[in-house]
């Protein structure tokens, strides 16, 4: 078992600094270091050594004051845990022939690179944070892993591989660079994969003397210079590359490069960024857990399918229709609107739009009428979303469907079928009439792929939407009111409407309406605080409690 010694100026029994354990520590030995910012720097030759931080604590190495490097290592093995080390115009961690793990730090520097790894047996980089250098991370002749680690706000280029360096870097993002934000040459073959690479004053990856890089699935956008660069001589792989707001052409090769591109399909064109936006939006949403997963799981579907198709495997017909089961005012209509965005920016649709209509819009007055308006919404509709709320009222069960609303769902169905791939149809209402709906048309149940179930909101889900509400139009919510507002929706728990959204809206008003009438008996001119604050007197107002 390798020993342990402990670092901490204000405990007795521990030592008082890095450098007077390490002069004690055996090979193999793990030095645990309490909280605090130690103005020290080590070289180690020859020696297995671990610095981690103290569980929990925040753990500053600062060698800025120092002309040479914070901490290098030499013909041994180094490993830092969690630990903030930084320089001013020397190296920050260098290492020379050694084993470099680095878990969880943040490194910065100044006017030389923060990390520097040359030959070795192989470095591991997972989760850490490298700024403010002139170089984030230079691998020469080493393999090894980087992953999910983020490189920013470098004066030169983010991550360097050179004399046939091959680490497998994975995740993480390069951002803010003044040169390349990856620069491989000397006949390096790195396996770059999912990295995001933005802001930079060159290209965003540039390949160059005799390398072989594997690039896949990488997003570079706004870069001064092209996405990647390809010099003469170099080979390897480009596969995926998600360009956005880079210079023309976003891959640049040159004559004698033998460099293979596999064109991005549709969905890998697409930025991941709006997809990720996409589903921020999504996740913002108060409540609707199970919604989101669903929703989460059709994105996953379709990437999967489309990665599927690249790779020239078979891929089984996917209806996206769906059905959004529930009461109303719980957010069917903005999770359908946020579906066309997202089936856009996979490359589904071709535009996303969304087109918001009900019994009126499709129902004629006649017979035949009612097949040209549902033709005519159909095709308007086409290349994006049809919403058809309260789908069930033109079943014939629905009681005032009648004929021409049967005429209607039998329109809809053809069309489904005959355009599957061009449009997405949602139908929604309460989740028993939808049950009715389906059995209109024997067809009909099959053109939609999954029935989505909104459930209501929860008493403290219609409190955060009341807030943002009352946010969103500039209000400020006295906390006194906080109480009335809870006592109200747990009165209402029981009723009709609640669950509804529809009902905190409605709230809503009811507060700026009781606003407004007691500024105005003021018999002044209102402060700005007083036009912006609702109080607790306005929700009792509102609720209806004397």
Request: aromatic letters at 4%; charged letters at 20%; a negative charge.
């Amino acid at each position: 078992m390798s020993r342990i010694l402990t670092v901490a100026a204000d405990r007795p029994g521990a030592y008082p600094t890095i450098g007077a354990a390490l002069l004690d520590a055996p090979d193999g030995a793990s030095v645990v270091i309490a909280a605090g910012t130690y103005a020290e720097t080590m070289e180690l030759n020859g020696r297995t050594i671990t610095l981690r931080a103290e569980a929990g604590a925040e753990v500053v190495i600062d060698g800025s004051g120092a002309d040479w490097p914070t901490i290098r290592a030499a013909d041994g093995s180094l490993s830092l845990h969690d630990l903030v080390v930084r320089s001013a115009d020397n190296l920050t961690v260098s290492t020379e022939r050694a084993a470099l793990n680095l878990v969880g730090c943040t490194i910065s520097g100044g006017s030389r690179p923060a990390v520097s790894v040359h030959a070795g047996p192989g470095l591991r980089i997972e989760q850490c944070t490298v700024s403010g250098a002139a170089t984030g991370i230079i691998v020469e002749g080493v393999g090894g892993e980087i992953t999910e680690t983020v490189v920013r706000d470098m004066s030169g280029d983010g991550m360097v591989f050179a004399l046939g360096a091959d680490p497998v870097v994975t995740g993480g993002s390069v951002s803010g660079c003044g040169g390349r934000g990856i620069y491989v040459y000397q006949y390096s073959r790195p396996s770059l994969a999912d990295l995001e690479i933005a802001n930079t004053g060159a290209e965003g990856i540039g390949v160059a003397h005799g390398s072989t890089p594997v690039i896949r699935r990488v997003s570079v956008h706004d870069t001064r210079g092209p996405a990647v660069t390809v010099g003469p001589g170099c080979g390897g792989t480009i596969e995926g590359l998600r360009p956005s707001n880079t210079a023309d052409p976003a891959v640049q090769i040159a004559a004698g490069a033998t460099v293979e591109v596999i064109e991005a399909s549709p969905l890998t064109a697409a930025s991941s960024g709006p997809i990720d936006e996409l589903l921020g939006d999504l996740d913002q949403m108060v409540g609707l857990p199970g919604v989101k997963a669903e929703v989460r799981a059709l994105v996953d579907e379709i990437q999967v399918n489309e990665w599927r198709r690249t790779a020239g495997l078979s891929v089984g017909s996917v209806s996206h229709h769906l059905i959004f089961a529930g009461a109303p005012g719980t957010g069917k209509t903005t999770v359908a609107r946020l579906y066309g965005k997202l089936l856009k920016a996979l490359g589904v649709l071709p535009d996303g739009g969304f087109t918001e209509v009900s019994r009126r819009d499709l129902v004629g007055q006649y017979i035949g009428h009612t097949a040209e308006k549902t033709a005519q919404v159909f095709e308007k509709s086409l290349g994006g979303v049809l919403f058809i709320d309260e789908a069930y009222t033109l079943s014939r069960s629905a009681g005032n469907g009648g004929d021409f609303g049967q005429e209607a769902i039998d329109a809809l169905v053809k069309l489904m079928e005959d355009h599957r791939d061009e449009i997405a149809i949602i139908v929604a209402g309460y989740t028993v009439e939808m049950t009715d709906f389906l059995a209109a048309n024997p067809g009909l149940g099959s053109r939609f792929s999954k029935t989505i179930e909104f459930e209501n909101y929860s008493a403290e889900e219609l409190l955060l939407i009341t807030d943002r509400m009352v946010a969103g139009g500039d209000y400020l919510l006295d906390p006194a009111a906080g109480v009335p507002l809870t006592s109200y929706f747990d009165r209402i728990a029981d009723g009709p409407n609640f669950g509804n959204a529809r009902e905190a809206r409605r709230l809503v008003e009811g507060m700026r309406k009781a606003q407004s009438q007691r500024l105005r008996l003021l018999g002044r001119m209102p402060t700005t605080d007083e036009l912006r604050e609702l109080l607790a007197d306005d929700v009792l107002a509102a609720a209806g409690v004397s």
